[in-house]
């Protein structure tokens, strides 16, 4: 008989979420655990505060940062189909982003760079190594961080899919920019993975929705699933909310009626553009952990993904990094992976992410397991909050 999830534990994980409900901490929350062929779905809370619209299975949700193991598997079609190899230049691609300088350190003024060592790959976008990203610490801390602002490159903070600017343009103002390493030297957060968007679009000819809809999400019947939402679907997105810290409530960040996500986006996050349902992310990560393979179509081949969910990282890449892997993790082609086990749910090879907007997924082969979390409520640090952390606690826990 195939082990699956024991049902006193599982009432213990509604009672641990309920109480985050309860006490006002959070309006909605949907969650899934599988184990093997048992699966659980809770759905707790409202759609927004103050309103009595329950959260549903089908509630639509921004995504943010695990769209970026999308993006990675995104490109790694192309890479098996050999339109590029992952130590490839991009700057065939993206010329924007060739001939690059680097900042002889973080303080230094914008003027004071040596020349790259050498161009930026695709592995160096999907190992997030490129040599730029956000940089981790208070604002106006280093001279180049007013400049990433101002030009809203993406890597200084959450930002609206409305906030960018074009593809083209994002593309212009990255490259005008000084690198913050040398590339491969050490990984960076956020902006490697909406590069790696801007890469897929030019490599493919298609802009990135269009190439992540033909070549993932119809297969997969990820039918929720997109940089932007249907007006006929608008009743299905919660209101997505902020912290403030001066007032201890929630702000609105993004509505329903006037969401940034109902028109066209001036340029399709890779790094964490998507909106999707609790559903449709289970089916991508079941592909995922069947190693690239859904029903009868083979997204990935089992190599391929078995690459993706390897340490990519040396330990000197991950210096700098402790606050997002802490001693146990590190980093695959597109995706986090836990490497030693410091908690209960963190399983060697187990590998996902957690997203900015309130959103963690991971899937875990060794116990053929699988978990997302998806609420409406930004997450204001890299370190995980006691939601994520007690989610993953009770799941493990209801294993048999």
């Known amino acids: 008989m195939t082990a699956g999830l024991l049902k006193s534990r599982l009432e213990r994980l509604h009672r641990v979420l309920s109480g985050y409900i309860e006490r006002q901490e959070i309006p909605g929350i949907v969650a899934l655990v599988s184990h093997h062929d048992d699966v659980h779905v809770e759905t707790l809370g409202s759609m927004s505060l103050g309103q009595s619209a329950p959260m549903e299975r089908d509630t639509i949700f921004r995504i943010a940062s695990i769209t970026k193991l999308i993006t990675a598997v995104a490109a790694m079609i192309l890479v098996e ?5 992952l130590d490839d230049s991009i700057e065939k691609w993206l010329p924007e982003l060739a001939n690059r300088r680097v900042l002889k350190s973080i303080s230094s003024d914008l003027d004071a760079t040596v020349p790259a060592a050498r161009a930026i790959t695709l592995r160096d976008l999907l190992t997030y190594s490129m040599g730029f990203g956000s940089v981790m610490a208070p604002p106006n801390t280093y001279p180049i961080q007013k400049l990433i602002r101002d030009y809203r490159i993406g890597g200084d903070g959450p930002m ?3 906030q960018y600017p074009g593809m083209d343009e994002w593309l212009q103002k990255l490259g005008s920019l000084p690198l913050l390493a040398q590339p491969g030297e050490r990984w960076m957060y956020q902006v490697s993975g909406d590069a790696l968007g801007a890469l897929i679009a030019r490599v493919s000819g298609q802009s990135l ?3 992540m ?14 940089f ?31 969401s940034a996500w109902l028109s066209e986006t001036p340029f399709e996050s890779g790094g964490g553009g ?18 690239g393979r859904h029903s009868r179509k083979q997204i990935l081949s089992r190599a391929t993904v078995e690459l993706m969910t390897s340490d990519q990282l040396t330990p ?3 210096v700098g990094s402790e606050i997002f892997f802490g001693t146990h993790a590190s980093w695959g082609l597109g995706m986090g992976l836990d490497i030693r086990r410091n908690e209960i749910y963190h399983t060697p090879g187990r590998f996902g992410w957690a997203g900015g907007f309130g959103t963690i997924a991971y899937t875990d082969p060794a116990e053929g397991m699988i978990g997302i979390l998806f609420t409406q409520c930004m997450v204001d640090s890299p370190a995980s909050p006691k939601l994520f952390s007690d989610f993953w606690t009770l799941a493990y826990a209801a294993m048999e």
């Open 81 to 85: 189909e050999c339109k590029i190899q």
């Open 160 to 162: 609206l899919p409305s």
């Open 209 to 211: 929705g269009i190439f």
């Open 213 to 226: 809809r033909e070549r993932i999400f119809d297969p997969l019947g990820m039918k929720d699933t997109s």
């Open 228 to 258: 932007r939402l249907p007006a006929e679907k608008i009743e299905r997105l919660p209101t997505f909310y902020s912290f403030n810290h001066q007032t201890n409530q929630l702000d609105v960040f993004d509505g329903v009626e006037n």
């Open 274 to 291: 998507l909106v999707s349902t609790i559903d449709d992310y289970f089916t991508f990560c079941r592909m995922m952990l069947n190693k």
């Open 316 to 318: 000197e890449q991950r």
